[in-house]
């Protein structure tokens, strides 16, 4: 079946502009994740949505950041007044069950902010 | 913060050697996974190991957990070229938390 897919894949912006960054879970997974990688780290973690629970936002480093999840499936990621820091790469990942286990993850979408 | 710790940063080996990584992590876990990422793609799940577990296998990969250390290793047998790229290893702690990958191992394997 099909993967986790996110789009673009690649989105140059101008700083202080906003960005909408979008996800498509494995259908049926419940749990949804964003994760941030900057060039050469490791993954930050951003937003989980569970079900039709609250969403865990302690990843998010700034009210600039947020993020829906409609329907219990596509997550759109929001980036407002972009800042040269935020550019990294933006990684979706999917889960079938509530608690962390295996995760599938999208290709990513890079971000660059002039 | 970030939870794991991978050494060494970076790896370089000829094919048909083994590769060994290694994960130190600072807090209790429910599960340790590693996953492997290449060049400007998304990361692949290799393996999870739980926290009574001390080792797994998966085809040319073998995992070790020591709790009592806070540290995790994954060996890669016999080497390929195709297994280039970077290895994270990723941990939850118990309860409903999100994983918390280390900075990653790259690995060049050589031809």
């Known amino acids: 079946g099909a993967g986790v897919s996110q789009s673009p894949s690649n989105k140059v912006t101008e700083k202080g502009k906003d960005v909408e960054l979008r996800c498509d879970p494995i259908?049926?997974?419940?749990?949804l994740y964003w994760y941030r990688q900057s060039l050469g780290q490791g993954l930050e973690f951003l937003i989980y949505?569970?079900?039709?629970?609250?969403?865990?936002k302690s990843g998010l480093p700034s009210d600039r950041f947020s993020a829906e999840r409609t329907g219990g499936s596509v997550s759109t990621l929001t980036i407002q007044r972009t800042q040269q820091e935020d550019s990294a790469v933006y990684l979706c990942?999917?889960?079938?069950?509530?608690?962390?286990?295996?995760?599938?993850f999208g290709p990513g979408t890079r971000l660059t902010v002039l | 913060s970030q939870q794991g710790e991978e050494d060494p940063q970076a790896l370089s080996i000829q094919e048909g050697e083994n590769a060994t990584m290694n994960c130190s992590y600072k807090?209790?876990?429910?599960?340790l996974q590693w996953y492997r990422q290449n060049s400007g793609r998304g990361l692949v799940h290799l393996i999870l190991?739980?926290?009574?577990?001390r080792e797994k296998h998966s085809g040319r990969l073998r995992v070790t957990l020591d709790t009592s250390k806070k540290s995790s290793s994954l060996l890669i047998t016999a080497s390929r070229a195709a297994d280039t790229a970077s290895y994270f290893c990723?941990?939850?702690?118990?309860?409903?938390?999100?994983?918390?990958f280390g900075k990653g191992t790259r690995l060049s394997v050589i031809a």
């Open positions: 990942a999917s889960s079938p069950r509530a608690t962390p286990t295996e995760q599938f």
């Open positions: 259908s049926g997974h419940t749990a």
């Open positions: 949505f569970q079900g039709n629970s609250a969403p865990d």
């Open positions: 807090t209790s876990i429910n599960n």
């Open positions: 190991i739980r926290s009574n577990e």
């Open positions: 990723a941990t939850d702690t118990s309860g409903n938390t999100p994983l918390v």
